[in-house]
Protein backbone atom coordinates (compact mmCIF):
# COMPACT_ATOMS: atom_id res chain seq x y z
CA UNK A 1 0.00 0.00 0.00
CA UNK A 2 2.95 2.56 1.42
CA UNK A 3 4.70 1.63 -2.30
CA UNK A 4 1.42 2.57 -4.41
CA UNK A 5 1.19 5.75 -2.45
CA UNK A 6 4.38 6.69 -3.30
CA UNK A 7 4.03 5.91 -6.95
CA UNK A 8 0.94 8.05 -7.05
CA UNK A 9 2.52 10.91 -5.50
CA UNK A 10 5.62 10.70 -7.83
CA UNK A 11 3.17 10.09 -11.05
CA UNK A 12 1.34 12.76 -9.78
CA UNK A 13 3.95 15.58 -9.18
CA UNK A 14 5.49 14.75 -12.66
CA UNK A 15 2.75 14.73 -14.50
CA UNK A 16 1.52 17.98 -13.13
CA UNK A 17 5.30 19.31 -13.05
CA UNK A 18 4.60 19.96 -9.20
CA UNK A 19 8.13 20.45 -7.45
CA UNK A 20 8.75 19.81 -3.77
CA UNK A 21 8.77 23.02 -1.92
CA UNK A 22 9.86 24.05 1.07
CA UNK A 23 6.45 24.52 3.28
CA UNK A 24 7.85 26.58 6.29
CA UNK A 25 8.06 29.42 3.65
CA UNK A 26 4.79 29.90 2.93
CA UNK A 27 2.65 32.55 4.57
CA UNK A 28 0.35 30.56 7.02
CA UNK A 29 -2.87 31.84 4.84
CA UNK A 30 -1.54 29.83 1.63
CA UNK A 31 -1.08 26.64 4.05
CA UNK A 32 -4.07 27.16 5.43
CA UNK A 33 -5.78 27.08 1.81
CA UNK A 34 -4.58 24.22 0.94
CA UNK A 35 -4.82 22.03 4.41
CA UNK A 36 -8.99 23.32 3.71
CA UNK A 37 -8.69 21.04 0.47
CA UNK A 38 -6.77 18.43 1.58
CA UNK A 39 -9.72 18.40 5.34
CA UNK A 40 -12.43 19.01 2.60
CA UNK A 41 -11.04 15.96 0.82
CA UNK A 42 -10.49 14.08 3.62
CA UNK A 43 -13.37 13.81 5.09
CA UNK A 44 -15.83 13.52 1.81
CA UNK A 45 -13.56 10.43 1.35
CA UNK A 46 -14.56 9.20 4.55
CA UNK A 47 -18.30 10.23 4.36
CA UNK A 48 -18.43 9.08 0.97
CA UNK A 49 -17.16 5.41 1.94
CA UNK A 50 -19.33 4.89 4.16
CA UNK A 51 -22.67 4.46 2.52
CA UNK A 52 -24.14 5.49 -0.89
CA UNK A 53 -26.81 8.52 -0.29
CA UNK A 54 -27.72 11.54 -2.20
CA UNK A 55 -24.99 14.45 -2.89
CA UNK A 56 -27.02 16.87 -0.51
CA UNK A 57 -27.16 14.43 2.40
CA UNK A 58 -23.47 14.05 2.19
CA UNK A 59 -22.76 17.67 1.83
CA UNK A 60 -25.11 18.25 5.40
CA UNK A 61 -22.84 15.57 6.73
CA UNK A 62 -19.42 16.70 6.02
CA UNK A 63 -20.25 20.95 6.31
CA UNK A 64 -21.07 19.60 10.15
CA UNK A 65 -16.89 18.70 10.24
CA UNK A 66 -15.79 21.32 8.25
CA UNK A 67 -17.09 24.22 9.88
CA UNK A 68 -15.08 26.66 11.44
CA UNK A 69 -16.54 25.87 15.12
CA UNK A 70 -15.89 22.20 14.37
CA UNK A 71 -12.10 23.11 13.32
CA UNK A 72 -11.44 25.15 16.46
CA UNK A 73 -12.33 22.79 18.65
CA UNK A 74 -10.46 20.65 17.21
CA UNK A 75 -7.54 22.52 17.27
CA UNK A 76 -7.78 23.08 20.76
CA UNK A 77 -8.24 19.72 21.17
CA UNK A 78 -4.94 18.35 19.63
CA UNK A 79 -2.73 21.38 21.04
CA UNK A 80 -0.77 19.61 23.09
CA UNK A 81 -0.17 16.97 20.65
CA UNK A 82 1.53 18.74 17.93
CA UNK A 83 5.37 18.63 17.20
CA UNK A 84 7.56 21.81 18.26
CA UNK A 85 7.41 22.84 13.89
CA UNK A 86 4.18 22.40 14.08
CA UNK A 87 3.13 24.14 17.01
CA UNK A 88 4.87 26.76 15.40
CA UNK A 89 2.47 26.86 12.32
CA UNK A 90 -0.32 26.78 14.11
CA UNK A 91 0.82 29.92 15.89
CA UNK A 92 1.64 31.56 12.35
CA UNK A 93 -1.85 30.46 11.03
CA UNK A 94 -4.16 31.77 14.55
CA UNK A 95 -1.82 34.85 14.14
CA UNK A 96 -2.42 35.62 10.56
CA UNK A 97 -4.10 38.80 9.16
CA UNK A 98 -7.19 37.43 8.05
CA UNK A 99 -9.91 40.08 6.20
CA UNK A 100 -12.75 37.71 6.19
CA UNK A 101 -14.53 35.62 8.58
CA UNK A 102 -16.38 32.40 8.18
CA UNK A 103 -19.97 32.21 8.69
CA UNK A 104 -21.71 31.09 11.84
CA UNK A 105 -18.61 31.39 13.62
CA UNK A 106 -16.46 33.96 16.25
CA UNK A 107 -13.36 35.38 15.03
CA UNK A 108 -11.45 33.30 17.76
CA UNK A 109 -13.30 30.02 15.95
CA UNK A 110 -12.25 31.36 12.62
CA UNK A 111 -8.52 32.49 13.79
CA UNK A 112 -8.43 28.80 15.55
CA UNK A 113 -9.80 26.95 12.20
CA UNK A 114 -7.36 28.93 10.05
CA UNK A 115 -4.37 27.56 12.67
CA UNK A 116 -6.21 24.19 11.91
CA UNK A 117 -6.06 24.13 8.13
CA UNK A 118 -2.37 25.71 8.65
CA UNK A 119 -1.40 22.77 10.23
CA UNK A 120 -3.07 20.25 7.60
CA UNK A 121 -1.41 22.13 4.69
CA UNK A 122 2.19 22.36 6.19
CA UNK A 123 1.57 18.52 6.96
CA UNK A 124 0.63 17.83 3.08
CA UNK A 125 2.65 20.19 1.56
CA UNK A 126 5.80 18.70 3.87
CA UNK A 127 4.47 15.21 2.28
CA UNK A 128 3.89 13.91 5.81
CA UNK A 129 1.23 11.89 5.03
CA UNK A 130 1.02 9.73 7.99
CA UNK A 131 1.85 12.43 10.59
CA UNK A 132 -1.61 14.10 8.61
CA UNK A 133 -3.62 11.13 8.74
CA UNK A 134 -2.83 10.92 12.29
CA UNK A 135 -3.64 14.42 13.01
CA UNK A 136 -7.27 14.16 11.06
CA UNK A 137 -7.37 10.99 12.97
CA UNK A 138 -7.08 13.03 16.30
CA UNK A 139 -8.92 15.80 15.73
CA UNK A 140 -12.41 13.50 14.94
CA UNK A 141 -11.91 11.18 18.11
CA UNK A 142 -11.48 15.37 19.79
CA UNK A 143 -14.73 16.07 17.97
CA UNK A 144 -16.57 12.96 18.94
CA UNK A 145 -15.50 13.83 22.73
CA UNK A 146 -16.58 17.12 22.56
CA UNK A 147 -20.04 16.69 20.52
CA UNK A 148 -22.20 17.40 23.48
CA UNK A 149 -20.31 20.77 24.13
CA UNK A 150 -21.10 21.60 20.38
CA UNK A 151 -24.98 20.82 20.58
CA UNK A 152 -25.23 23.29 23.68
CA UNK A 153 -23.14 25.99 21.53
CA UNK A 154 -25.17 25.11 18.65
CA UNK A 155 -22.27 26.33 16.33
CA UNK A 156 -22.68 23.89 13.58
CA UNK A 157 -26.33 22.89 14.02
CA UNK A 158 -26.07 19.32 14.70
CA UNK A 159 -22.84 17.15 15.29
CA UNK A 160 -22.57 14.06 13.54
CA UNK A 161 -20.69 11.61 15.23
CA UNK A 162 -17.43 10.72 13.01
CA UNK A 163 -14.61 8.98 13.46
CA UNK A 164 -11.93 6.36 11.99
CA UNK A 165 -11.09 3.16 14.24
CA UNK A 166 -7.93 2.37 15.58
CA UNK A 167 -6.79 0.06 12.83
CA UNK A 168 -7.88 3.04 10.15
CA UNK A 169 -10.94 1.73 9.02
CA UNK A 170 -14.62 3.54 8.88
CA UNK A 171 -16.35 3.56 11.83
CA UNK A 172 -19.22 6.34 11.39
CA UNK A 173 -22.59 6.54 13.31
CA UNK A 174 -24.67 9.03 12.40
CA UNK A 175 -27.65 10.76 13.82
CA UNK A 176 -30.91 9.84 12.61
CA UNK A 177 -32.95 12.96 11.55
CA UNK A 178 -36.01 10.92 11.57
CA UNK A 179 -37.19 10.42 8.20
CA UNK A 180 -35.54 7.19 8.10
CA UNK A 181 -32.95 7.51 5.56
Not at 129 to 156: H, M, P, Q, T, Y
Request: hydrophobic share 35%.
Amino acid sequence: MEKSIENFIDYYKSTLRIEHCNPETYSPLALAYIGDSIFDLMIKTMVVSAANKQSRKYHDEVSKIVCAPSQAKMMQGIKSSLTEAEHAIYKRGRNANIYSSAKNSSMSEYRNATAFEAVLGYLYLNEDFIRLADIVKLSLEVLNGSEDEVKENDSCETMQNASLDTDGTNDIEYESDGSGD
